[in-house]
């Protein structure tokens, strides 16, 4: 299994960016995917998730309204558009994959398999 993040870069605050992942070795739909992050000195946390039954989405606080969380499982293909970018949210982002996951999403425990991570960085 093999999860490939890209799509990082330097931003301006208030600007945009787009992250993607591609999952491979994986049946795809059978995984609800998220987004996490860490920041340097700081604990890797959840920023958004997208249910693997409904398509349904969840997000932390610091980034709804803003992020948007998408997937496309003919591509195997998992998004996060991030609008209105700030200084704060620089880190580095990973998308993960957690198996049939119901509950919990928010937590790093339910996910099995990770990709290696996206820079992102947001100049004030």
């Known amino acids: 299994v093999q999860l490939q993040a890209s799509g990082g870069g330097l931003v301006q605050a208030g600007g945009s960016l787009r992250l993607s992942c591609a999952a491979s070795?994986?049946?795809?739909?059978?995984?609800?995917m998220g987004w996490f992050r860490q920041a340097p000195g700081k604990e890797r946390e959840f920023v958004a998730a997208?249910?693997?039954?409904?398509?349904?989405?969840d997000y932390s606080d610091s980034v709804k309204g803003r992020f948007t969380i998408s997937r496309d499982n003919a591509k195997n293909m998992v998004y996060l558009q991030m609008n209105s970018l700030k200084p704060e949210d620089t880190a580095v982002y990973y998308c993960?994959?957690?198996?049939?996951?119901?509950?919990?999403?928010?937590?790093?425990?339910?996910?099995?398999?990770w990709g290696q991570g996206t820079q992102v960085t947001v100049s004030s």
């Open positions: 993960a994959a957690a198996l049939f996951v119901r509950n919990g999403v928010q937590s790093e425990g339910k996910y099995r398999y």
């Open positions: 070795g994986l049946t795809f739909s059978n995984y609800g």
């Open positions: 997208i249910s693997w039954r409904d398509d349904s989405t």
